[in-house]
């Protein structure tokens, strides 16, 4: 459909939590999901980077992710409900400030409930980088960025500056 600008740190929308999709709007999210789509592309393009864009990063302020890792996977209204005791700590990375990288913890693993686009209802297991990528985009749905979830004070690094491995512990 379109390449949307993709909001970047500072903007307020980024910020806000995003309301859940109801299953008459399915063709509104359809469309959602288009952008998204095309814009996760065109940075991946641009970037060389870019597993999986949440709506509120166009500036569609509802509860849709959209991953690309092989083959397109649609969320609508995803919830994390199962969390690992066991954590992983990483540098983390966002498409809202892609020359920034942060050191966060996250769930090892973690299971996803979530409707596609013709209402199903799904679970997911993911585990590892996977695991990694949904809390993150789970986040920017309730306004979280992952600077909120820095494990310190010096967990941040430039892009350009930074040698180190990206998986932590």
């Known amino acids: 459909m379109a390449v949307r ?40 393009e641009r ?27 649609v969320f609508i209204n995803p919830t994390l409900i199962d969390l690992s005791e066991s954590k992983m ?10 020359d920034l990288l942060v050191k966060v913890e996250r769930h090892d693993r973690c299971v996803i409930r979530y409707r596609d686009l013709d209402w199903a209802e799904h679970t997911m297991e993911l585990k590892g980088s996977l695991s990694e990528l ?17 494990v310190d004070a010096q967990s941040f690094a430039y892009r350009d500056a930074f040698e180190g491995p990206r998986l932590i512990t």
């Open 5 to 44: 600008p993709i909001l970047q740190l500072g903007n307020p929308d980024l910020h806000r939590v995003c309301r859940p999709v109801a299953q008459e709007e399915l063709a509104f999210a359809a469309l959602v999901v288009e952008d998204l789509h095309d814009t996760l592309l065109h940075f991946r």
């Open 47 to 73: 970037n060389g980077m870019g597993r999986a864009i949440a709506a509120p990063q166009i500036g569609a302020l509802v509860r849709i992710v959209y991953m690309h890792t092989g083959q397109p996977t």
């Open 89 to 98: 700590t990483l540098w983390d990375d966002c498409m809202s400030f892609p």
């Open 134 to 150: 949904l809390q993150h985009e789970c986040d920017h749905l309730d306004g979280i960025l992952a600077l909120s979830r820095a």
